[in-house]
Every structure is written in structure tokens, then in C-alpha cells.
């Protein structure tokens, strides 16, 4: 409970009534100031002077206008029980005065301290020791402690008062409690009494209203604003009472004060005049100038004000601003940066352009050499916006090796935002090269490849020559200009330059612009991969991928997409899977809306399912990348979907529709055209196709207009269309070489071993056909290849059904776990079976009720055809011809 406050009337004892000088004192320097009308009570803090004041001193420091004299006033005048209280208001006209003993011992004596007569102020600023023993001993034999506030005390100048006072303070056995209000700290050793826990301080920070107090001072002022106009305004004021009282008078009459916060600045005429008066008036010359030039700054050390203001004092002067609440404070938690209030700023600012508009520009300049010269290229490129000057801000953009960031993050990056407000100047190299960069962001081929082609131009006729810098900027963004322009060649020129400048690059650059190494990699992978060289892309996509790890996740993303897809051609499925998931996942982390999501991914992750005969997981992964509903440019996205979607369909055995799908994977009219690799692997899968439907010449034909008929891939196609047509000689010639030999593609490799198989079984050459057969399960286990084994089975189940290691190996393909006893069919014979589908079984036991189809289509709810899909996948599953044969074996296989 708070003691009560006891301010006495005036005392009929005598007490001093002028100073030494001859001079009266001032009645009105002993008042506590009135309570204005809009006086918001503050509990939070009158009770930390409440507590304070048990205590020897209590400090209240803030900037003019913070409302520390009325903090400490509204408190004295409360009126509960505490101690007397001495009041002396100290003005700037008592800096040099020495009449401050003169109005301490009165206000001492009227707040009713018992102090001799014939103790008298000393003649001068100075008090003798005699003078401050008397006086220290007259408060220490005080009945109650005394409370001394001192208004204004940062308006003494010098220290010696400061130490004759604490002297005093020191020798009253605790009978003298301070009270010192200023704008900055007084020359007391505060540290001592900090360290011992007997000093209370409220600062700006704390005298910083709440928006409980602005909302109860604006409703004061009959103001009632929304909850979000008033945190605007409080953000804007900093909570600085002052700034809201005078924005609270700015808006009361506007009508619209709801929709003027947002406009309402430091430059408003009573705000201005306030400052101009409270803040700037009393600085010095220099100081008045260096705040005005500084105001150009948002959060600045005193390095960067010292090469602003070209002064060499420069951190002395923040120093003493900030000690001062000058309005300039420390930007963060310490004390290396420092920043204006807002209000404050805005002023200086606008004072700045009325006297000094000339000068602007050039301080931004001198702002943008240090930023530049400490590799901050961002603070840099909007200072020499800021100024004007579009030729610097590129050129910093440029030689900070900066230019691969527009070409990544265009102007959603801050310095494309900058760099968009004062388009770059394109009669210089650096100028033209970073306008084709922010041309390239939003892949306008055309102006940048114009902008590019001036660059050159540029380049040649300077004299001095160009720097390295200037050189890699252009060719790495001729290097992404040829792969939108699908230029095969050109990217790969440009990047095999590009990377011979990247190995010469600074460390210090190397490391911070990792986007360019990224930007090369990647269009240099993917150029190997459109031109067909899968391996040596692989390889690039990889270092891409690694590189931009944790940066550039875009990038990141499209480079395991490619990658992703290029394993899963190449039959790493495990290793394809796990890339993909990688995509997925870091796209789950940065909530990519479905439109950017990385359809690349879902493609590989559809096609690892089909090659392991997940038809359902394939055809979830074919939905999400649908390009019918999102639609890239690139032809790899569409030639992807349409062959996995086909061979979907043909293990559906919709073959008709998997060969109509072939025809969709052309790209989007301007887009890129899909890499060799993956065009190659459409026209095998037609042939292938046609095969099945019994057409082996014209798979023939198609395969002989092959760039390379003769390659490993469309040998052993060929070799199954000459089986199919019954040349099994030539077929058997053609294959023998293919399967197992080194160096030939694990997917070649199964499919020619299969192929073998089923020439060995149609030549009656049964040992040689399990033989055959069995290289090609183990050679599809370790990656769980189902679909081309699938593909053949058909022919081959019958082989499978006499060798017992054969279906064991089959078994252990399809993932099913192993058996105490084999399942047998009422022959007797081993059955090996693919796991069926949850649709599938749903079908099966309809099956078994001996239902219709058109009753099992409508106990499930889909068409008919539906139904007949899932009767021939379940009789391929389980190796039978009729459907009462399926349900026979599925009985004796336990599965219903």
C-alpha cells in the first residue's frame, strides 16, 4: 500500500525569499503544474514512483514531450498518504545561474523541512563544504523523509552542483529522497546506486503510451478512432505523448480523421512548429546540420553518417544526441546503430528539401558508395535510386555480382523493387545487362535479348575496357535468355564461358552469389538433358541441386524435379522417389499455392508407381500434375504426363486410349520443346503398343525413323516387334548381344532378357526361356520393375507355372511376403498372384456371388466398362482365363 502524499500549505516560518543576487525568487518555480484537461491517468508508472521514492533517487528521462513533468505531477497531487514534497521547476535561463541552492532551500522550507535560519544560500554555483554539512545534517534529523523533486535538471549546466548534491543526499541518513526529471541523465554517479538496487529509472521506453492510454487520450480529445487507426497512429507517433496530442489536435476538425491517420505526417504544421522549437532551436550549428543531413537514413551506424555528413565526429555526436533524447536513440540493442523518431525524421526531411534540395541527391550518393563498398547491395541500389541515378544503381547491382538475384527473384526481390522505380539507365553495359536481367524475370525474351544485344555493343566501345564482373553478368544472362529461347547451343557456349569466369570469382562473392553458379548448372543440365545426354545431365542437375540447397529453393525445387525425372527413365526408381519427395516436401514447407507446385515432381513420382505397377498411386501423382489444369510451358511436363498417362491406360488394357494419349504430350504454343530423351521414349512406347495390338510392321516403321534405329532402347524393341511378327531368328540376334552386357541401361537390359524369354517360349525352348526369365526377375527385383515384366506375362505365365524358383522370384517382385506352403490351383500347380486392389477385391467377391456385371457396377456405383477394367486386371493378376477360374483360385489362395 502506497504511503500518502503530503503537499504542505504555505508555512508562516520564515524562508528564503531571494537569492544571493538581490534578485525575488519565482513563486511560480516552486507550483506543481496544473493537470491539462486531458490528463490520462497512468497507474503502471505512478506506482513505480510510488516505489521509488522509498528509495534515494528516482529518475524520470525521456525526449520534450514524453509527458514526464505531468507523470511526476499527476503522482505529487494524488493526494494519498506519503511523504512532503519539495518541487523546484529549473528552467533553461538557470543553466548559467547560480540561484539553484537559493530555490532548493526554499522549496525545502515550504514543503515544511525545519532548517535554521541563518543557513543561506552560498554566493555562487558553487557551495562551500560548510553549506552543504549544515545542510545534510538539518535533513538528516528531519521527523519523516523529505522527497525533492527537481524539474528540469538536464537545464544545469557543468557537474559540481550534481556531486554537492549527492553529498548532500549521501549524509541525510536517507531523510532526502530525489526526484530528477530531464532529457537526459544528470552527472550523478547513478551506477553506484544502480549496482546497489536503490535507484528507479523510467525512461522513454517506459513514458511511451499504451494503446489502452492513446485510445483514453484521443477519446479525451473527442476522438474516438477505430482499433486499427489508433494502432496506426501509435506506430506512427512511437507513443510519444507529445506527437499524439498534437495529431489528436491535427485531426479533430478535418471530418475525416479515420482516413487521414494514414496520411498525416511530421511535417504538420503544429508538430513542425513543436520540434522546431523543442528540439532543433537549442542544437548547435553542426549539430542542427548533421541531423539534417542524416535524416536521409533510415537505421544508420557512425560510419555510414560520418560518410553521409563527411564529418570525422560523427559518433561522438550520436552519442551525445542520443544522451540528450535529442529524438535520436539506438536502433535495436545495442548501441552501434542508431535511428530518428519517425516524426522526428519526417521533419528533417522536409526540412532538408526546403533548404538544401540540391544537396539530397548527392547525400544519397555518398550513402550508396558505403552501403556498395561494404557489400550491402540492396541499401546500396535504393540510395542511388533515391538519387536518381539508375546508371549507378545498376552498376553497383553489377560489380556486387548481384545480377543473378534479378534473374531469380525479378521485382518480387528488393533490388528488382528498386531497381523497377528508376528503370536502369541502358546507355551504359550495366544498365542494359540489368534491364534484360528484370526482362528475363518475366520471361519478355525479346527486350532482353534487345537489351542484351546493346550491352555487347556498349561493352566494345567502352575504352577502359570491362570488368569481370560486367562480363559474367552478361553471360550468365545469356546463359538463361538461350534456355528460354530453347537454344540448345547457345546455353551450353554461354555456360561453358560462364563457369570459366565463376572458377576466377572473388571467395567472398563466390559465397554470398551462389544463385549464379545455380543459374548455370541448372541451364546447362537442362540443355544436356533436351539435347539427350542424360548421363552428363544427371550429373549437372545434381551440382545445381546441391548448390542451391537451402537458398534459392525454387531453383532447388525445378532442379530435383528434372533430376527426379531423368532417374526414374534411367530405372533408379528408389533414387528418383526419394528426389521427387524431396520437391514435394520443400514445397510443403514454403505452402506453394497449387499453381507452382512442382508438377515435375508428381510426374516422377507417377512414374515410379508405374513402373512398379501401382496403377492407383500412378494415376494420384497424373492427377496433381495434370497440365490440362495447370499448365506449364514446358514440353517435358506435358510429354511426361502423356506417357505415363498412356502406359496407365495399357495396364488398364485401354490400348486404343493409351496410344490416343501419345498425341497429347506436344507443349504450350511459345513453350519448350521436351528433351530428346523423353521423345525418343514416346515413339518407343507406340511401337511398342502397336505391338500388342498385333501391328508389328507398323512399329517397325516407326522405329526405323528413329534418329539412331540401331541404339540399344529400339533394338530391343524392334527385336519384339520381329517375335511378334514371328521372325524369331532375327529377334533372337538382335536382343542376345543387349541383355546383361555392360554399360546397357538397366531398363534395356530387363526388357531384353524378356524379350529373350518369350522368344525361347515361342521357339518351344522352354529351358531356355525360365533361364531367360528368371535374369530378367532378378534383374527387375532390386528396383521392383514390375510393369514390363507385367507387360509379358501373359505369354509367359506358363513357363512360370512348372518352376518353382521361378515363382518364388516372381513373388518376391510383386513385394508378397513369403509362404510355408505354396498355393495351388486344383491342378496342382504353384499359382503366383499380384496383389489385387481394394476395387479389385470388391469386384472379385461379386464375382464370386455370381453377379452381372451391370449388378456389380451398380452395387459399386461406377459404369460398366469400369467393372469389365477391373475383371481383366484381376484375371491377369491371378493368372487365369475366366472369371469362374479367377474365383477358383482366389478361393484356394485364401483371398476369399
Given at each position: 500500500m502506497?504511503?500518502?502524499?503530503v503537499?504542505?500549505a504555505p508555512?508562516?516560518?520564515p524562508?528564503e525569499s531571494?537569492?544571493?543576487g538581490?534578485d525575488p525568487?519565482?513563486?511560480?518555480?516552486f507550483?506543481?503544474?496544473?493537470p491539462?484537461?486531458?490528463l490520462?491517468?497512468?497507474p503502471?508508472?505512478?506506482?513505480?514512483l510510488a516505489?521509488?521514492?522509498?528509495e534515494?533517487?528516482?529518475?524520470?528521462v525521456?525526449?520534450a514531450?514524453?509527458?514526464?513533468?505531468?507523470?511526476v505531477?499527476a503522482w505529487a497531487?494524488d493526494?494519498?498518504p506519503g511523504?512532503p514534497?519539495a518541487?523546484?521547476?529549473l528552467?533553461?535561463?538557470?543553466r548559467?545561474?547560480?540561484?539553484?541552492?537559493?530555490y532548493?532551500?526554499?522549496?525545502l522550507?515550504?514543503?515544511?523541512?525545519?532548517i535554521?535560519?541563518?543557513l543561506?544560500?552560498?554566493?555562487?554555483a558553487?557551495?562551500e563544504?560548510?553549506?552543504?554539512?549544515?545542510?545534510?545534517?538539518?535533513l538528516a534529523?528531519?521527523p519523516?523523509?523529505v522527497?525533492?523533486v527537481?524539474d528540469g535538471?538536464?537545464?544545469?549546466?557543468?557537474?559540481?552542483w550534481?556531486?554537492?548534491?549527492?553529498?548532500v543526499?549521501?549524509h541525510?541518513g536517507?531523510?532526502?529522497?530525489?526526484?530528477?526529471?530531464?532529457?537526459?541523465?544528470?552527472?550523478?554517479p547513478?551506477h553506484?546506486?544502480?549496482?546497489?538496487g536503490?535507484?528507479?529509472?523510467?525512461r522513454?521506453e517506459?513514458l511511451?503510451?499504451t494503446?489502452e492510454e492513446a485510445t483514453?487520450l484521443?477519446?479525451?480529445?473527442r476522438?474516438?478512432l477505430?482499433?486499427?487507426?489508433?494502432a496506426?497512429?501509435l506506430?506512427?507517433t512511437?507513443?510519444?505523448a507529445a506527437?499524439?496530442?498534437?495529431?489528436a489536435?491535427a485531426?479533430?476538425?478535418?471530418g475525416?480523421a479515420e482516413?487521414l491517420?494514414?496520411?498525416i505526417?511530421?511535417?504538420?504544421?503544429?508538430?513542425?512548429?513543436y520540434?522546431?522549437?523543442?528540439?532543433?532551436?537549442?542544437?548547435?550549428?553542426?549539430?542542427?546540420t548533421?541531423?539534417?543531413?542524416t535524416s536521409?537514413?533510415d537505421?544508420?551506424?557512425?560510419?555510414?553518417a560520418g560518410a553521409v555528413?563527411?564529418r570525422?565526429?560523427a559518433q561522438w555526436?550520436l552519442a551525445?544526441?542520443c544522451?540528450q533524447?535529442?529524438f535520436?536513440?539506438?536502433?535495436g540493442?545495442g548501441?552501434?546503430?542508431?535511428?530518428?523518431h519517425?516524426?522526428f525524421a519526417?521533419l528533417?526531411?522536409a526540412?532538408?528539401?526546403?533548404e538544401?534540395?540540391?544537396?539530397?541527391?548527392e547525400?544519397?550518393?555518398?550513402?550508396?558508395?558505403?552501403f556498395?563498398?561494404t557489400?550491402?547491395a540492396?541499401?546500396a541500389?535504393a540510395?542511388?535510386?533515391?538519387?536518381?541515378d539508375?546508371?549507378m544503381a545498376?552498376?553497383?547491382?553489377?560489380?556486387?555480382?548481384?545480377?543473378?538475384?534479378l534473374?531469380?527473384?525479378?521485382?518480387?526481390?528488393?533490388?528488382?523493387?528498386?531497381?523497377s522505380?528508376?528503370s536502369?539507365?541502358?546507355?551504359?553495359p550495366?544498365?542494359a545487362?540489368?534491364?534484360a536481367?528484370?526482362?528475363l524475370?518475366?520471361?519478355?525474351?525479346?527486350t532482353?535479348a534487345?537489351?542484351?544485344?546493346?550491352?555487347?555493343?556498349?561493352?566494345i566501345?567502352?575504352?577502359?575496357?570491362?570488368t569481370?564482373?560486367?562480363?559474367?553478368?552478361?553471360?550468365?544472362?545469356g546463359?538463361?535468355?538461350?534456355?528460354?529461347?530453347d537454344?540448345?547451343?547457345g546455353?551450353?557456349?554461354?555456360?561453358s564461358a560462364?563457369?570459366?569466369?565463376l572458377?576466377?570469382?572473388?571467395?567472398i562473392?563466390?559465397?554470398r552469389?551462389r544463385?549464379?553458379?545455380?543459374?548455370?548448372l541448372?541451364?546447362?543440365g537442362d540443355?544436356?538433358?533436351?539435347?539427350?545426354?542424360?548421363?552428363?545431365?544427371?550429373v549437372?542437375?545434381t551440382?545445381a541441386a546441391n548448390?542451391?540447397?537451402g537458398?534459392?529453393d525454387?531453383?532447388h525445387?525445378g532442379?530435383?524435379s528434372h533430376?527426379a525425372l531423368?532417374?526414374?527413365?534411367r530405372?533408379?526408381?528408389?533414387?528418383?522417389e526419394?528426389?521427387?519427395?524431396?520437391a514435394?516436401?520443400?514445397a510443403?514447407?514454403?505452402?506453394l499455392?497449387?499453381a507452382?507446385r512442382?508438377?515435375?515432381?508428381e510426374?516422377?513420382?507417377?512414374?515410379?508407381?508405374?513402373?512398379?505397377?501401382?496403377?492407383?498411386t500412378?494415376?494420384r501423382?497424373?492427377r496433381?500434375a495434370d497440365?490440362?489444369?495447370i499448365?506449364?510451358?514446358?514440353?517435358?511436363?506435358?510429354?511426361?504426363?502423356a506417357?505415363?498417362?498412356?502406359?496407365?491406360?495399357?495396364a488398364r488394357g485401354?490400348?486404343?486410349?493409351?496410344l490416343?494419349?501419345?498425341g497429347?504430350?506436344?507443349?504450350a504454343?511459345?513453350?519448350?520443346?521436351?528433351?530428346?530423351?523423353l521423345?525418343?521414349?514416346?515413339t518407343l512406347?507406340r511401337a511398342?503398343l502397336?505391338?500388342?495390338?498385333?501391328?508389328?510392321?507398323?512399329a517397325?516403321?516407326i522405329?526405323?525413323?528413329?534418329?539412331?534405329?540401331g541404339a540399344?532402347?529400339?533394338?530391343v524393341?524392334?527385336?519384339a516387334?520381329?517375335?511378334a511378327?514371328g521372325?524369331?531368328?532375327?529377334?533372337h540376334?538382335?536382343?542376345?548381344p543387349?541383355?546383361g552386357?555392360?554399360?546397357v541401361a538397366?531398363?534395356v537390359?530387363?526388357?531384353a532378357?524378356l524379350?529373350l524369354a518369350?522368344?525361347?517360349?515361342?521357339?518351344?525352348?522352354?529351358?531356355?526361356?525360365r533361364?531367360a526369365?528368371?535374369q530378367?526377375l532378378?534383374?527387375?527385383?532390386?528396383e521392383s520393375?514390375?510393369?514390363a515384366?507385367?507387360?509379358v506375362w501373359?505369354?509367359?505365365?506358363?513357363?512360370l507355372?512348372?518352376d518353382?524358383?521361378?515363382?518364388?522370384?516372381?513373388?518376391?517382385?510383386?513385394?508378397?511376403p513369403?509362404?510355408d506352403?505354396?498355393?495351388?490351383?486344383s491342378g496342382?500347380?504353384?499359382?503366383?498372384f499380384?496383389?489385387l486392389?481394394?476395387?479389385e477385391?470388391?469386384v472379385?467377391?461379386?464375382?464370386?456371388?455370381m453377379?452381372?456385371?451391370e449388378e456389380?457396377?451398380?452395387?459399386?456405383?461406377v459404369?460398366v466398362n469400369?467393372v469389365k477394367?477391373?475383371?481383366?486386371?484381376?484375371?491377369?493378376?491371378?493368372?487365369a482365363?475366366?472369371?469362374?477360374?479367377?474365383?477358383?483360385?482366389?478361393r484356394?489362395?485364401g483371398l476369399i
Amino acid at each position: 500500500m502506497t504511503a500518502e502524499l503530503v503537499i504542505p500549505a504555505p508555512l508562516s516560518t520564515p524562508v528564503e525569499s531571494r537569492a544571493t543576487g538581490g534578485d525575488p525568487l519565482l513563486q511560480s518555480k516552486f507550483a506543481m503544474p496544473e493537470p491539462p484537461s486531458f490528463l490520462v491517468a497512468r497507474p503502471r508508472l505512478t506506482e513505480r514512483l510510488a516505489r521509488g521514492v522509498r528509495e534515494p533517487v528516482t529518475l524520470v528521462v525521456g525526449p520534450a514531450g514524453a509527458g514526464k513533468t505531468q507523470l511526476v505531477a499527476a503522482w505529487a497531487a494524488d493526494g494519498k498518504p506519503g511523504y512532503p514534497i519539495a518541487w523546484v521547476t529549473l528552467e533553461e535561463e538557470d543553466r548559467q545561474s547560480d540561484t539553484m541552492w537559493a530555490y532548493l532551500l526554499g522549496a525545502l522550507r515550504r514543503a515544511g523541512v525545519e532548517i535554521s535560519a541563518s543557513l543561506t544560500a552560498p554566493p555562487g554555483a558553487t557551495a562551500e563544504r560548510s553549506f552543504l554539512v549544515r545542510l545534510a545534517a538539518a535533513l538528516a534529523e528531519q521527523p519523516a523523509p523529505v522527497v525533492l523533486v527537481l524539474d528540469g535538471v538536464s537545464n544545469l549546466a557543468g557537474q559540481q552542483w550534481a556531486t554537492d548534491l549527492e553529498f548532500v543526499l549521501r549524509h541525510t541518513g536517507r531523510m532526502l529522497r530525489l526526484v530528477l526529471v530531464g532529457r537526459w541523465d544528470p552527472p550523478l554517479p547513478l551506477h553506484r546506486y544502480r549496482l546497489a538496487g536503490r535507484l528507479e529509472e523510467i525512461r522513454s521506453e517506459d513514458l511511451a503510451f499504451t494503446a489502452e492510454e492513446a485510445t483514453e487520450l484521443l477519446a479525451l480529445h473527442r476522438l474516438p478512432l477505430s482499433r486499427g487507426a489508433t494502432a496506426s497512429l501509435l506506430q506512427h507517433t512511437e507513443g510519444w505523448a507529445a506527437g499524439l496530442r498534437l495529431f489528436a489536435m491535427a485531426l479533430k476538425d478535418s471530418g475525416d480523421a479515420e482516413s487521414l491517420v494514414a496520411t498525416i505526417t511530421g511535417n504538420e504544421a503544429t508538430i513542425a512548429e513543436y520540434f522546431v522549437d523543442e528540439v532543433l532551436r537549442i542544437q548547435p550549428p553542426h549539430v542542427r546540420t548533421f541531423l539534417l543531413e542524416t535524416s536521409i537514413l533510415d537505421t544508420f551506424t557512425p560510419e555510414l553518417a560520418g560518410a553521409v555528413t563527411q564529418r570525422s565526429d560523427a559518433q561522438w555526436l550520436l552519442a551525445a544526441l542520443c544522451r540528450q533524447n535529442a529524438f535520436v536513440q539506438p536502433a535495436g540493442d545495442g548501441l552501434s546503430a542508431y535511428r530518428c523518431h519517425r516524426l522526428f525524421a519526417e521533419l528533417l526531411q522536409a526540412q532538408l528539401s526546403r533548404e538544401a534540395p540540391d544537396l539530397i541527391p548527392e547525400l544519397h550518393r555518398r550513402a550508396a558508395s558505403w552501403f556498395a563498398g561494404t557489400g550491402q547491395a540492396i541499401e546500396a541500389v535504393a540510395h542511388a535510386v533515391a538519387a536518381g541515378d539508375g546508371a549507378m544503381a545498376a552498376a553497383i547491382v553489377v560489380e556486387d555480382f548481384a545480377v543473378g538475384r534479378l534473374l531469380v527473384e525479378g521485382r518480387r526481390g528488393r533490388i528488382g523493387e528498386h531497381l523497377s522505380i528508376a528503370s536502369p539507365d541502358v546507355d551504359s553495359p550495366e544498365g542494359a545487362v540489368a534491364a534484360a536481367a528484370l526482362a528475363l524475370s518475366v520471361r519478355d525474351v525479346d527486350t532482353a535479348a534487345a537489351h542484351l544485344d546493346r550491352a555487347e555493343e556498349l561493352m566494345i566501345s567502352r575504352t577502359t575496357g570491362y570488368t569481370p564482373a560486367l562480363a559474367l553478368a552478361h553471360l550468365v544472362t545469356g546463359v538463361v535468355l538461350a534456355r528460354l529461347r530453347d537454344d540448345i547451343a547457345g546455353v551450353l557456349h554461354a555456360a561453358s564461358a560462364a563457369e570459366d569466369l565463376l572458377s576466377q570469382m572473388p571467395a567472398i562473392h563466390a559465397d554470398r552469389h551462389r544463385e549464379l553458379r545455380v543459374l548455370v548448372l541448372g541451364a546447362k543440365g537442362d540443355a544436356q538433358s533436351r539435347l539427350g545426354a542424360v548421363d552428363a545431365a544427371a550429373v549437372t542437375l545434381t551440382e545445381a541441386a546441391n548448390a542451391a540447397t537451402g537458398t534459392f529453393d525454387q531453383v532447388h525445387i525445378g532442379a530435383l524435379s528434372h533430376l527426379a525425372l531423368i532417374e526414374a527413365h534411367r530405372g533408379r526408381l528408389r533414387h528418383a522417389e526419394k528426389l521427387a519427395d524431396q520437391a514435394t516436401e520443400l514445397a510443403d514447407r514454403l505452402g506453394l499455392d497449387p499453381a507452382n507446385r512442382p508438377v515435375g515432381a508428381e510426374l516422377a513420382l507417377a512414374w515410379v508407381a508405374m513402373e512398379r505397377y501401382d496403377i492407383d498411386t500412378a494415376g494420384r501423382h497424373l492427377r496433381a500434375a495434370d497440365p490440362r489444369r495447370i499448365p506449364p510451358a514446358d514440353g517435358m511436363i506435358h510429354a511426361a504426363f502423356a506417357l505415363i498417362r498412356s502406359r496407365r491406360l495399357q495396364a488398364r488394357g485401354e490400348l486404343r486410349s493409351a496410344l490416343t494419349a501419345l498425341g497429347d504430350a506436344a507443349p504450350a504454343p511459345g513453350g519448350l520443346a521436351a528433351p530428346a530423351w523423353l521423345t525418343r521414349q514416346l515413339t518407343l512406347t507406340r511401337a511398342r503398343l502397336l505391338i500388342i495390338m498385333g501391328r508389328p510392321d507398323e512399329a517397325i516403321e516407326i522405329l526405323a525413323g528413329l534418329a539412331d534405329p540401331g541404339a540399344d532402347d529400339a533394338a530391343v524393341v524392334t527385336a519384339a516387334a520381329l517375335t511378334a511378327g514371328g521372325d524369331t531368328d532375327q529377334a533372337h540376334e538382335i536382343v542376345q548381344p543387349l541383355a546383361g552386357a555392360a554399360g546397357v541401361a538397366a531398363p534395356v537390359s530387363l526388357e531384353a532378357w524378356l524379350v529373350l524369354a518369350t522368344v525361347a517360349a515361342r521357339r518351344g525352348e522352354l529351358d531356355d526361356a525360365r533361364a531367360a526369365l528368371r535374369q530378367a526377375l532378378r534383374a527387375a527385383t532390386p528396383e521392383s520393375q514390375r510393369r514390363a515384366v507385367q507387360q509379358v506375362w501373359a505369354d509367359l505365365r506358363r513357363v512360370l507355372r512348372d518352376d518353382d524358383e521361378l515363382a518364388a522370384l516372381y513373388r518376391q517382385l510383386q513385394g508378397a511376403p513369403a509362404i510355408d506352403r505354396p498355393a495351388l490351383n486344383s491342378g496342382g500347380a504353384i499359382v503366383v498372384f499380384e496383389q489385387l486392389s481394394k476395387r479389385e477385391m470388391e469386384v472379385l467377391e461379386g464375382m464370386a456371388a455370381m453377379l452381372p456385371t451391370e449388378e456389380i457396377a451398380a452395387t459399386l456405383y461406377v459404369s460398366v466398362n469400369t467393372v469389365k477394367t477391373h475383371v481383366r486386371s484381376i484375371l491377369r493378376k491371378l493368372s487365369a482365363s475366366r472369371r469362374n477360374e479367377a474365383v477358383r483360385r482366389a478361393r484356394a489362395l485364401g483371398l476369399i
